[in-house]
């Protein structure tokens, strides 16, 4: 028998699906389709893509590259699940990593596969500090975030997230970001300080783990000599380094890494999100061989061993980082990017934020942020906010779009901030 429907497919997800949904609230549309930086709704609405799944999708939706290789990887029944057992697909992937990521950096750390989240990433980092050190304590900044698990929700300082825990978050010591205090401030200098005082209270940290910039913490972006400043403290310390690369990395912020040219060589390093090219789960830490203590299954995970990721991955990394083109060509739209930010911001007296192609205005309010994302919406635009009120309008489009479409997009961004900033002058007045 076939059942008629009588309600709207949307009434499924308020009917089964968990009230814990947050993008689907701001964006309520049923999306079937997407290629490149667009995302089709059932109706066949194009929607550009300014989220492009929180930077996920660094490479587009469905590059036609990556999905020839998983699907002739998928036609041949190439092994999809592995756990950690040897495979062509996961050898492919090491090795292509190898040659285009470490060796061009004179790296030579392992990888090491955590499961399909970047959390699971922070998870085995910060647990990996503490067996190398025998310490505890972690030191995580202000407006950091490294996930929603217990322990790397315990180094995020959102609190509406810390909120969700209901339990003590323990183990993590909270330092001030750069220019947290503002520009006059070195907050380098006051960790250094607290952590050379034994009567500080602040112990001896395991790690101290930094975003180089954060992303949900409202795109602030730390300097080069901060960070190298902040390597520094860890050695003197004791402490192994932690770059959290998870939003900041494979290309988004200028390199494949976010630190590439700053002269850091950090112990530990999480990826995820668009390490695997194309949108599929794959979760790695980064290990100096020196740390790499583990024993045998001594932190693992059923999921780690995504051999479809590992194809993906494999031809994303040959295909954009091959050579220095796909990022010469980056730097271009993240100049463009800067300078139309710019005038949107300087048009309403604003600033904006962060580096590359990870760049937000500041709206001056959650509310007016809002505002502008959701007349975005009606536009045919998706974009998101972040910041510890939600006031950072964040710009996450695709690394691979089109010049034409990405200022089509950052016109529709213009005009929504002259619509709604324009409303909130006129009732000030």
């Known amino acids: 028998m076939t ?18 949904r947050s993008y689907s609230r701001s964006f309520p549309k049923m999306f079937d389709k997407a290629v490149g930086a667009t995302i089709y709704d059932t109706s066949g609405k194009a929607y550009t893509d300014f989220l492009a799944g929180c930077s996920s999708l660094n490479y587009g939706h469905n590059d036609p590259d990556l999905k020839a290789a998983l699907i002739e990887y998928v036609s041949a029944d190439g092994i999809a699940h592995g756990l950690d057992m040897f495979t062509d697909a996961k050898e492919h992937f090491l090795a292509n990593f190898e040659q285009y990521i470490l060796k061009p950096r004179g790296m030579n750390h392992r990888v090491q596969f955590t499961g399909p ?73 006051l960790l250094d300080h607290q ?58 912020t200028g390199g494949f890494f976010s630190f590439d040219g700053m002269g850091l060589s950090p112990d530990l390093i999480t990826m995820a999100k668009s390490l695997s090219g194309m949108g599929l789960p794959l979760a790695v830490t980064l290990i100096k061989p020196e740390h790499d203590i583990w024993k045998p299954a001594e932190h693992n995970g059923t999921f780690r061993g995504n051999n479809h990721a590992f194809i993906t991955a494999a031809a994303a990394l040959e295909k954009f980082w091959a050579d220095d083109s796909f990022a010469t060509e980056v730097a271009k739209k993240a100049e ?30 959650g509310e007016h942020a809002a ?41 529709t961004l213009e005009a929504a901030f002259d619509a709604v900033m324009g409303l909130h002058r006129a009732a000030a007045e």
């Open 3 to 20: 059942l008629t429907k009588t309600t709207s497919p949307l009434a499924t997800f308020d009917r089964v699906e968990s009230r814990v």
């Open 117 to 189: 989240t970047g959390a699971n990433a922070v998870e085995a980092a910060l647990k990996l500090a503490r067996k190398v050190t025998g310490r505890n304590s972690v030191i995580s900044f202000t407006n950091g975030f490294h996930g929603v698990t217990l322990g790397a929700l315990a180094a995020t300082g959102n609190g509406k997230h810390r909120a969700g825990a209901s339990t003590p978050l323990s183990g993590v010591t909270r330092a001030a970001f750069d220019g947290y205090y503002g520009p006059e401030i070195n907050t380098a200098d």
């Open 195 to 252: 952590l050379s005082d034994p009567s500080s209270g602040v112990d001896a940290p395991a790690a101290i783990i930094v975003e180089t910039v954060q992303g949900e913490g409202g795109l602030n972006a730390a300097s080069k000599s901060w960070l190298q400043q902040i390597e520094k403290i860890a050695r003197k310390h004791g402490a192994l380094f932690i770059i959290d690369d998870i939003q900041a990395g494979c290309g988004r």
């Open 336 to 365: 463009y990017l800067a300078d139309r930010l710019g005038a949107i911001a300087d048009e309403h007296d604003l600033g904006i934020k962060g580096r590359g192609m990870m760049l937000g205005v500041d709206a001056g309010s």
């Open 371 to 411: 505002a502008i994302c959701k007349t975005c919406f009606t536009k045919g635009l998706i974009i998101e906010t972040s910041g510890s009120f939600d006031q950072i309008v964040k710009v996450l489009a695709p690394l691979t779009i089109s010049t034409e479409q990405l200022a089509a997009g950052l016109d």
